[in-house]
């Protein structure tokens, strides 16, 4: 093969460059997105347990023969979603358990973002959750009077 073959082969090479581009151009966004897909996915299944607890809990609490058994009760719907739930969750009940009055249940959570091999978790991102529901009119008409 001679130089002045060689030279001109040399100079006929073109377009590698643009194709080196796409392809870090491409993991470059790729990466990134494989990540927070999954982080997106975490989210909105913390949100979703966390609003299923929230619910139970004021619907549990509203349904109570007492005040104090409508502590119990919420704090039990909220064990029982518990196992299906990654995350932990935390209970907040407030209101006045007396007929006519409303309740609200309070659920939060944290999602940790991510995970490295020697650094473990690194940030969280906390998901609230809340519920309302009516104490019923006519709840203390069937309870016997001290």
Do not use: C, K, W
Not at 15 to 29: K, W
């Amino acid at each position: 093969m001679t130089t002045r073959r060689l030279v001109s082969r040399l100079r006929e090479e073109r377009g590698e460059a643009a194709i080196i581009s796409g392809v870090l151009l491409l993991a470059a966004v790729l990466v990134p997105l494989m990540f927070l897909v999954p982080l997106y996915a975490r989210i909105e299944l913390a949100h979703v347990d966390g609003q299923q607890a929230a619910n139970d809990a004021v619907l549990s609490a509203t349904q109570a023969p007492n005040p104090s058994a409508a502590h119990a009760a919420a704090t039990e719907a909220v064990a029982r979603e518990q196992p299906g739930s990654p995350t932990p969750l935390m209970l907040s009940l407030t209101g006045t358990y007396a007929r006519g009055e409303v309740m609200s249940a309070r659920v939060t959570t944290s999602v940790p973002i991510g995970t490295l091999p020697l650094l473990g978790h690194f940030g969280t991102i906390v998901v609230r959750s809340s519920a309302s529901a009516p104490v019923d009119r006519y709840r203390s008409i069937l309870q016997p009077a001290p």
